[in-house]
């Protein structure tokens, strides 16, 4: 089944706790994004990925760190995470880099208290 | 930066009612206008997308419409039945960006029984 995985789904943690979101598709995207959905913000993008090796600032990338050593696995890390990075986070993947449609993992909820 | 206004943030309607939701855009090289919708705990997914050189798409009770000189679209959704409450958020490709999208912030669409 063609799928984006987010891992985890739920996750409290602390201030300053280092913690890494996982993301992986099956489906040999060559573009992935994440993005952080907030209460009245919609979906705001944090970082996006071309293919490996290429990543690229979103509209709020402060804060978080990307890598994208291979084409299935898009990882996002918070080093020092604060209160204000408590969201919902979607990472999402699509074919080739030309306009086409996105598809969502279910999602990662944070809270850092 | 660029912007995409969409409206109502709310709306609720009446089982067999229509419902139609706006948007509009500030990136007059966007040409790419996709709907997602949103339900409770999931992902985002894609429901009907349009390019620029279309005026109107229908795809069953949905459809959406375009007006490129406005930079105004729209998303209609005939006999609404209550598995169509979600949220629902318009999006534009950002010129130039290869394929990265900038997402409105919404719309909670209630259909009651």
């Known amino acids: 089944e063609a799928q984006v995985t987010q891992n985890p789904r739920y996750l409290i943690t602390v201030t300053g706790k280092k913690l890494t979101v996982t993301c992986s598709q099956n489906?040999?995207?060559?573009?992935m994004s994440w993005y952080r959905q907030d209460p009245g913000l919609g979906l705001r993008q944090i970082y996006y990925?071309?293919?490996?090796?290429?990543?690229d600032k979103g509209d709020v990338p402060e804060g978080y760190k990307v890598s994208r050593k291979e084409k299935r696995n898009f990882p996002l890390i918070l080093e020092s995470p604060s209160p204000n990075q408590t969201s919902l986070y979607f990472c999402?993947?699509?074919?080739?880099?030309?306009?086409?449609?996105?598809?969502f993992g279910e999602g990662s909820r944070l809270t850092v208290l | 930066g660029e912007n995409v206004e969409q409206h109502p943030s709310t709306l609720s309607v009446q089982e067999g009612d229509s419902a139609v939701i706006k948007c509009t855009y500030s990136d007059s090289a966007s040409n790419y206008f996709p709907w997602y919708k949103q339900e409770l705990g999931k992902g985002p997914q894609l429901i009907i997308d349009i390019r620029s050189n279309v005026g109107e798409k229908k795809d069953q009770r949905i459809a959406v419409t375009l007006n490129k000189t406005a930079k105004h679209f729209s998303l209609h959704i005939t006999e609404t039945q209550p598995e169509d409450s979600a949220v629902y958020f318009c999006a534009a490709s950002i010129g130039g960006s290869q394929g990265n999208l900038i997402f409105g912030k919404g719309t909670k669409l209630s259909v009651k029984p």
């Open positions: 489906m040999n995207h060559e573009y």
């Open positions: 990925s071309m293919n490996v090796e290429v990543t």
């Open positions: 999402a993947s699509k074919y080739g880099l030309a306009a086409g449609e996105l598809f």
